[in-house]
């Protein structure tokens, strides 16, 4: 099973952007006890986690885009969201969704986020 994130493209430093994606595939029951996370990795560095929420609805973010973006889950979809407020340059980006449950571990092909300045 592979995802697809969705929403991505260019935008202006202090713009938004939604990401999104579904995991339509994964049954329910896994889905709804999941943990769900995005990563991004910018050319030439490593991939990293931005943001992360756990089965049981704590969340964590990656210190340089907390008060910015906020990951939601929407269990009746089955999908994923990251909504990225004031985005900035550094926030340049291939981001990636992950879904980590009691069936496996799936991720998303990645959507591309250019910031300009």
């Known amino acids: 099973v592979q995802l697809q994130a969705s929403g991505g493209g260019s935008v202006q430093a202090g713009g938004s952007l939604k990401l999104s994606c579904p995991a339509s595939?994964?049954?329910?029951?896994?889905?709804?006890?999941?943990?769900m996370a995005w990563y991004r990795q910018a050319p030439g560095k490593q991939r990293e986690l931005v943001a992360e929420?756990?089965?049981?609805?704590?969340?964590n973010y990656q210190d340089s885009v907390k008060g910015r973006f906020t990951i939601s889950r929407d269990n009746a979809k089955k999908t994923v969201y990251l909504q990225m407020n004031r985005l900035e340059p550094e926030d340049t980006a291939v981001y990636y969704c992950?879904?980590?449950?009691?069936?496996?571990?799936?991720w998303g092909r990645g959507t591309q986020v250019t910031v300009s300045s």
């Open positions: 929420l756990t089965s049981g609805g704590n969340t």
């Open positions: 992950n879904v980590e449950g009691a069936s496996g571990t799936y």
């Open positions: 595939r994964i049954i329910t029951s896994v889905f709804v006890k999941s943990r």
